[in-house]
């Protein structure tokens, strides 16, 4: 195996995989994965791997995927990596950061834990963090890379709504969306959003004219789609003249894409972060981008 790093991926991102090894200079190489009829699975790396190498595995559905980690990375350092980055674009279980009951599993410091201890990097994009400052908080590994998708969803908006008013579903959203208004100088401005459940939540739109603007919806994760339906019906009632959303993460449970559309969002657009027909842009190059700096650091210790 030549010294080149690799980047190991699963079938199932193996488009994905082929577009950031390119960025990165990674040989790309895909783990044989084979499941028993109890459910158990099997997998296959290359006998021999270099000094450095990468597993990407996003972290929707995390956990089947999250025992495919487990056995991947302990079977790449028996294998011969000495330094493994993980590329998680989403990364899961990152919502439940304190015990809201007695009793309550902290799943985000549990995972975190986890991961840290199979992997010396990781990468990741928008993650979903509410009363964690820094993501190496949650998963402490020695150099944890957060990246945004922010940027590049702010370009997409100014060619295809260059007069567009950007507005976020909740005040967890300002510091975001206030990165994307500012690459283009678009208005922008936040909902209030009372969660009354997993699929119930009351938006308040904001003290802002809406009458005749184009709205686009930005939002870190879009999961059931009920906040960004109900806030899309309120939009149009209030006289804006089209509401378009755009998320990093399209997790799109059920049922929640066409009930976006159906609640009259003209166009959803998502990153590549989790495959899904709503991908209209591409993280690959900043991830690239990180992987060969992860990797230059490497070389000088």
Same mark, same amino acid.
């Given at each position: 195996m030549p010294s080149t790093p690799v980047l190991l991926c699963f079938e199932d991102e193996q488009e994905n995989a082929a577009r950031i090894a390119q960025a990165a200079g990674h040989q790309l190489v895909c783990i044989d994965r084979h499941r028993?009829?109890?459910?158990?699975?099997?997998l296959r790396l290359p006998p021999t791997l270099p000094d450095h190498a990468?597993?990407?595995?996003t972290l929707n559905d995390p956990n089947e995927k999250l025992v495919e980690l487990l056995? +991947? %990375?302990?079977?790449?350092? &028996? =294998?011969? @990596?000495?330094h493994?980055?993980?590329?998680?674009?989403?990364?899961?279980?990152?919502?439940?950061?304190?015990?809201?009951?007695?009793?309550?599993?902290?799943?985000q410091r549990i995972v975190g834990r986890f991961l840290a201890g199979l992997f010396d990097a990781m990468i990741t994009v928008d993650p979903h963090l509410h009363r964690v400052a820094a993501l190496q908080q949650a998963v402490p590994v020695a150099n944890a890379v957060v990246l945004? +998708? %922010?940027?590049?969803?702010? &370009? =997409?908006? @100014?060619?295809q709504r260059p007069q567009a008013l950007l507005l976020g579903p909740d005040e967890e959203s300002a510091q975001w969306l206030a990165l994307a208004a500012s690459r283009h100088g678009f208005d922008h401005a936040v909902c209030r959003k009372v969660r009354l459940g997993d699929r119930a939540?009351?938006?308040?739109?904001?003290?802002?004219?809406?009458?005749?603007?184009?709205?686009?919806?930005?939002?870190?994760?879009?999961?059931?789609?009920?906040t960004?339906?109900?806030?899309?019906?309120?939009?149009?009632?209030?006289?804006?003249?089209s509401v378009d959303v755009a998320v990093t993460h399209a997790l799109f449970i059920d049922d929640a894409w066409s009930m976006i559309l159906k609640a009259g969002a003209r166009e959803v657009w998502s990153t590549d972060c989790v495959k899904h027909a709503s991908n209209a842009v591409s993280m690959s190059a900043p991830i690239g981008e990180a992987l060969t700096r992860i990797g230059a650091m490497t070389m000088t210790r």
């Amino acid at each position: 195996m030549p010294s080149t790093p690799v980047l190991l991926c699963f079938e199932d991102e193996q488009e994905n995989a082929a577009r950031i090894a390119q960025a990165a200079g990674h040989q790309l190489v895909c783990i044989d994965r084979h499941r028993f009829p109890d459910g158990e699975i099997k997998l296959r790396l290359p006998p021999t791997l270099p000094d450095h190498a990468v597993i990407l595995r996003t972290l929707n559905d995390p956990n089947e995927k999250l025992v495919e980690l487990l056995l +991947a %990375a302990q079977t790449a350092r &028996d =294998l011969g @990596a000495r330094h493994l980055t993980l590329v998680a674009p989403y990364l899961g279980y990152m919502r439940q950061d304190v015990a809201f009951q007695p009793g309550e599993a902290i799943s985000q410091r549990i995972v975190g834990r986890f991961l840290a201890g199979l992997f010396d990097a990781m990468i990741t994009v928008d993650p979903h963090l509410h009363r964690v400052a820094a993501l190496q908080q949650a998963v402490p590994v020695a150099n944890a890379v957060v990246l945004s +998708a %922010a940027p590049l969803l702010s &370009d =997409l908006i @100014a060619t295809q709504r260059p007069q567009a008013l950007l507005l976020g579903p909740d005040e967890e959203s300002a510091q975001w969306l206030a990165l994307a208004a500012s690459r283009h100088g678009f208005d922008h401005a936040v909902c209030r959003k009372v969660r009354l459940g997993d699929r119930a939540v009351e938006i308040a739109l904001p003290d802002i004219p809406v009458s005749g603007r184009q709205v686009v919806l930005l939002d870190d994760v879009v999961s059931t789609g009920h906040t960004l339906a109900q806030a899309t019906r309120q939009l149009l009632a209030a006289g804006a003249a089209s509401v378009d959303v755009a998320v990093t993460h399209a997790l799109f449970i059920d049922d929640a894409w066409s009930m976006i559309l159906k609640a009259g969002a003209r166009e959803v657009w998502s990153t590549d972060c989790v495959k899904h027909a709503s991908n209209a842009v591409s993280m690959s190059a900043p991830i690239g981008e990180a992987l060969t700096r992860i990797g230059a650091m490497t070389m000088t210790r």
